[in-house]
DNA sequence: CTCAGTGTTCAGTG
DNA sequence: TCACTGAACACTGA
């Protein structure tokens, strides 16, 4: 469930398994959809031996850095996440599902065994992810085109408004677009503007600086909210247009009783509360 | 059987 | 250059 704070889970979680270990087996599945420009054999070749010094994000993007180069670059796409072997899975945001104890697990496209023993699968049920290959991973796109990463460097508000000004793109499609934000995806966008109150139709143009510093604010207490959840496995907020977002009912309502209607943006399912961001 | 989906990228339109 | 749309990718689960 890959947005910015289930890849934050994915690096600490791999962070804990791998950093400072030496990978001794390396496994991978023949898959050059997700192997971009990074086949077995290359990827076989830079991780083999190798010692993790530290696991890196940004935005929705993962990387090792190694003691040599080049580093493996990881994106989740819709459905990837790392794996730890005797490590039960968290449940996923879109909803309960049976969690899966088998070992490697299903869907597994890259397998690490490290000196100690310990295991880090990658796995992607949907083949939308990519694992690839760089040298300097945050200086070379595509994580040198991300725009801001909002737990790393969320710019202070007059910067932000500054970058909005002028620009007749709507606030969904603004938030999706990870040359602006980084890690911001679907129900993350969503979730922002029902508790920063505003219509996500609006051009981005259109805010006024104390809407910009809302919006900025909502930002980063989703976000950092989402990544605390995460990692405490706590439930999010029952205020939440979270909980109620993927019932697509057509009388959803939040917990405050406000009615959730739906509608596409930027050719996603948009969820938002006409009477509070109307 | 049909269809939407947590993401990205590209082609095409205005 | 900007903004938007739709398609493609591939597969699961409702």
Redesign the pocket.
């Known amino acids: 469930?890959?947005?910015l704070p289930?890849v934050e889970r994915g690096r600490r979680l791999a962070e804990r398994i791998a950093r400072g270990r030496r990978v001794v087996r390396v496994r991978c599945a023949r898959d050059p959809?997700i192997f971009e420009g990074a086949g077995p054999a290359r990827l076989h070749r830079a991780l083999l031996g190798r010692e993790v010094r530290a696991v890196r994000r940004r935005?929705?993007?993962v990387w090792f850095e190694l003691d040599a180069r080049p580093w493996p670059l990881f994106?989740?796409?819709?459905?990837g996440a790392f794996r730890a072997r005797d490590e039960a899975p968290l449940l996923?945001?879109?909803?309960?599902?049976?969690p899966d104890r088998a070992w490697p697990p299903?869907?597994t496209k890259l397998r690490l065994v490290f000196e100690d023993g310990g295991e880090l699968c990658l796995t992607n049920?949907?083949?939308?992810g990519?694992v690839r290959l760089r040298n300097d991973p945050a200086g070379e796109?595509?994580v040198s085109?991300l725009g801001f990463d909002p737990l790393l460097d969320l710019p202070p508000a007059p910067v932000l408004a500054e970058r909005l000004r002028?620009?007749?793109?709507?606030l969904k499609?603004?938030l999706?677009d990870?040359s602006f934000a980084?890690?911001?995806?679907?129900?993350?966008?969503d979730e922002v503007l029902y508790q920063a109150r505003l219509d996500p139709?609006r051009?981005?143009?259109s805010l006024g600086p104390e809407e910009v510093a809302r919006l900025r604010r909502k930002l980063r207490h989703v976000v950092t909210t989402a990544v605390r959840v995460d990692a405490d496995k706590r439930r999010f907020p029952r205020t939440w247009l979270f909980h109620q977002?993927?019932g697509?009912r057509a009388d959803a309502r939040t917990a405050r009783g406000e009615a959730i209607e739906?509608l596409?943006?930027?050719?996603?399912?948009t969820a938002w509360v006409p009477s509070v961001q109307g």
């Open positions: 469930m890959p947005e289930e959809i935005g929705k993007y994106h989740f796409g819709m459905t996923p945001a879109s909803g309960p599902r049976l299903r869907f049920k949907r083949r939308l990519r796109p595509p085109r002028g620009r007749k793109i709507r499609g603004l999706l990870q980084a890690g911001v995806g679907n129900w993350i966008a139709r051009p981005a143009g977002r993927w697509r739906h596409t943006l930027a050719g996603r399912t």
